[in-house]
């Protein structure tokens, strides 16, 4: 079955303390991109990348950073987390090349974090 | 920023069709138009697209405007498995290839 999947699904932890939240995808997809999701805001687009190595920041990067060395896994790392960070991520991946213009996108189910 | 404009919500009887409209007028000749909806503490997945003409798949239809700067996605016999909230989305293609996600249209259906 072709999935994105995320771990942890369900995180507390406390300001600070290092975590990663990890992404794998089984489709052999080329792009893949995290996002959170807070009320009101709707979901805005942390880091993306294009392929293995290949990454970029998205509207909102600061206090994330993101690693792509094997094509199926994207995670996403919170170095020093922050109250501001609680939020839902989502994870996505979808064809790059080609026709990326009528590509489906795949999202994760969710990863709930809660920083104290 | 999102280009497009949906209506915050709407409602919907069990079993009776549903239109769900959205607003795309700034759309260029290229870009496509793609709904995905959101269901209860689950991720967005994909519904349909389309560029200029009609176009139908199991889930839903997508009916556009011939000037392209409007579009239907009509969910022909609505579900309680249908209540999610929907977004429209115009994309390019440019910049980081980004599906930009606005604040969608919330469907309640009633049974």
């Known amino acids: 079955e072709a999935q994105v999947t995320q771990n942890p699904r369900y995180l507390i932890t406390v300001t600070g303390k290092k975590l990663t939240v990890t992404c794998s995808q089984n489709?052999?997809?080329?792009?893949m991109s995290w996002y959170r999701q807070d009320p009101g805001l709707g979901l805005r687009q942390i880091y993306y990348?294009?392929?293995?190595?290949?990454?970029d920041k998205g509207d909102v990067p600061e206090g994330y950073k993101v690693s792509r060395k094997e094509k199926r896994n994207f995670p996403l790392i919170l170095e020093s987390p922050s109250p501001n960070q609680t939020s839902l991520y989502f994870c996505?991946?979808?064809?790059?090349?080609?026709?990326?213009?009528?590509?489906?996108?795949?999202f994760g189910p969710g990863t709930r974090l809660l920083v104290l | 920023d999102a280009k497009t404009t949906q209506p915050n919500s709407m409602e919907s009887n069990e079993e009776e069709p549903v239109h769900l409209p959205c607003n795309h007028s700034t759309i260029s000749g290229t870009d496509y138009i793609h709904w995905y909806r959101q269901l209860p503490s689950q991720g967005p997945e994909y519904v349909i697209h389309?560029?200029?003409s009609n176009v139908n798949n199991r889930m839903a239809s997508l009916a556009i405007a011939e000037d392209r700067k409007s579009s239907t996605l009509i969910l022909h016999r609505a579900t309680l498995r249908d209540a999610a909230v929907y977004y429209c989305?115009?994309?390019?293609?440019?910049?980081?290839?980004?599906?930009?996600f606005g604040k969608g249209t919330k469907l309640s259906v009633i049974p």
């Open positions: 989305i115009q994309y390019s293609g440019a910049g980081s290839y980004q599906l930009t």
């Open positions: 389309g560029l200029t």
């Open positions: 489709m052999n997809h080329e792009y």
């Open positions: 996505a991946s979808r064809p790059f090349f080609g026709q990326a213009l009528v590509e489906t996108q795949y």
């Open positions: 990348s294009m392929n293995v190595e290949v990454t």
